[in-house]
Each structure stands twice: as structure tokens, then as C-alpha cells.
């Protein structure tokens, strides 16, 4: 908020002002933004206006899922080179697309990566126990190991790396769970009434923005980490989903039909950034 004074009247000689307090409109969006092209095929980045296109990655089949190091020097994300679910790996590269090199380097499928704040760890979703269910390995992808008991993926840290709420993936509805860095205390946090996946924690750890509903119908939502004060920031009807955060938590972009749109963090101000794409990751 910010205030000024302003003169709306002059009696007995003397100026009378009323104070306006006036509401400053939040910074305009900064950084950039990774995402997956249409399709899948490839990881692209932009500035946080939608200017400045790049491809970063060219191999033959799928590269998606890009996720940001805590600085923002590297990028984790998934290869498909055979084909979605047929040998995912998870690769990382720098920022500007070179030194790309598998980290899992394992036959089950792996993928949806994401950064602990530390940078040291990875979460991930990964078939190689013979179901899916989440797991951690070092950024260099050495010492991996199962958290999860569930079947999980789409993970996303909590700012001080205690916690990590990831997709749940059961008969019924797809669920936001939470659990421990050490795999402990694991609970959802959602209805089974409808899917709610994707989640991402906001930077100053007080909000999960998550996809509520069934596909074509899906809109943006918020909640406590605790499940509580949950309720919608996007309307019905224009197939919301995967939310991330800016780095200074003012503004979520997500996709809507394969669109990148962007929107302050209680819903206003939605407009488009002008490109066609999904699953975004914002650093500055």
C-alpha cells in the first residue's frame, strides 16, 4: 500500500486535503519461465513477458517437465526419447540448454523432477520398485531411495525443504498429499470428490496452489498446507492447470488448453503471455 495527499478544497485561504490510500499495483512480472512446448517435445524458456523464445532441448522424442535449481543455473526435466513411459530418465542441463546428461540412468520410468531448496536433492516419480511411488537421489543422481509408500508424483518442496506435497495417484481420484523429507508422516490433504494434482508451494511457504477437477474442466485453487481455506482463484470452464509460482510469490502462471497464462496470486489480472505450452517453472 502507499499513501499520498491530495487537495480537494481550499477554505479560509488554507488548502484542505483528504487522505487517499491508493492501491499500488504489484511489480510487473521479472525472470524467467520454462515449459514444456505442445506436445511434449521439447523444453523452451522466456522471459516472464513472453518475450524471448528459446529452445533448449532437440533430441529426438519428448523432453518436458523442466524444473529450475534453486539458483537457477540448471534444469532437471524429463526425457522421452522412446517414447512417453517407455524408459523416462531424468536429465538435467544448464540454463542455456548445454551439458545435458542422464541422471537416473535406469530402465523403469522416471520423471517430474523437483529441487529441494538446498539444491542438494532431487524428488522424483519413478516405476523402478515395480509401482509408482516417489523417490530422492542427490542433484548428481547418486544415492536414490524410496519416500513414498503411495503412489506419487508431480512433487514440489516445501521452502524449507521439511516437506514435499506431490500428486497422488490412486483408483479413485487423483489426491495432494504431503509428506516428510525423510518419507515420514505422509497424509492427504484433499476430498476424493474430484482430482486435485499438480501442486506447487508458494516461496514464503504458506499457500499450495494446485488443479482441481476432472479434465476439460479443471480450475487454479489455493489451500494452507494443511488443507484448510482451500478454495478456487480461476473459474470453471476454461480447463486450468499446473500452477507455479513466481519467484517473489505475486503471480501464478499456468496453462489453460495448452496456452501459458499469467495472474496475480488471488486470481486477477489473467492474460495470456502468448505461448503455447504447459507444466511451467519460474525462476529469476
Known amino acids: 500500500m502507499w499513501k499520498r495527499v491530495v487537495a480537494v478544497g481550499v477554505v479560509g485561504g488554507l488548502a484542505v486535503g483528504a487522505l487517499v490510500v491508493l492501491d499500488r499495483p504489484p511489480p510487473a512480472p521479472r525472470g524467467t519461465i520454462a515449459y514444456s512446448a505442445p506436445g511434449f517435445q521439447d523444453v523452451l524458456v522466456a522471459r516472464a513477458d513472453g518475450s524471448g523464445v528459446r529452445r ?11 524444473s529450475f535449481s534453486p539458483h537457477g543455473s540448471l534444469i532437471a526435466y524429463r526425457d522421452s526419447g522412446q517414447g512417453i513411459n517407455e524408459d523416462d530418465e531424468v536429465w538435467v542441463m544448464d540454463r542455456d540448454g548445454g551439458h545435458a546428461r542422464n541422471l537416473t540412468n535406469h530402465h523403469a520410468n522416471d520423471w517430474s523432477p523437483a529441487w529441494s531448496p538446498d539444491g542438494t536433492t532431487i524428488a522424483f516419480a519413478s516405476t523402478r520398485s515395480g509401482s509408482l511411488q516417489l523417490w530422492t537421489m542427490a542433484s548428481d543422481g547418486s544415492n536414490p531411495r524410496r519416500l513414498s509408500s503411495s503412489p506419487g508424483e508431480y512433487p ?3 521452502p524449507d525443504g521439511s516437506r514435499i506435497a506431490f500428486s497422488l495417484v490412486t483408483a479413485g481420484a487423483v489426491q495432494i498429499a504431503i509428506v516428510g523429507h525423510g518419507g515420514e508422516g505422509e ?8 482430482n486435485s494434482e499438480l501442486p506447487a508451494w508458494s516461496p514464503d511457504g504458506s499457500l499450495i496452489a494446485f488443479s482441481r477437477g476432472f479434465e476439460g474442466r479443471r480450475t487454479i485453487w489455493t489451500m494452507k498446507p494443511d488443507g484448510t481455506q482451500a ?17 517473489d510469490g505475486r503471480y501464478i502462471v499456468f496453462a489453460r488448453r495448452q496456452r ?3 495472474m496475480r496470486v488471488d486470481g486477477s489480472g489473467i492474460r495470456s503471455l502468448g505461448l503455447g505450452g504447459s507444466l511451467p517453472a519460474w525462476t529469476s
Open 56 to 66: 533448449l532441448t532437440s533430441a529426438p522424442g519428448p523432453q518436458f517437465d523442466p
Open 156 to 158: 514440489s518442496w516445501s
Open 187 to 194: 497424509r492427504t490433504l484433499t476430498p476424493l470428490t474430484e
Open 231 to 247: 478454495h478456487a482463484i480461476t473459474k470453471p470452464g476454461s480447463d486450468d492447470v499446473a500452477p507455479a509460482w513466481s519467484p
Open 260 to 262: 501459458l497464462m499469467i
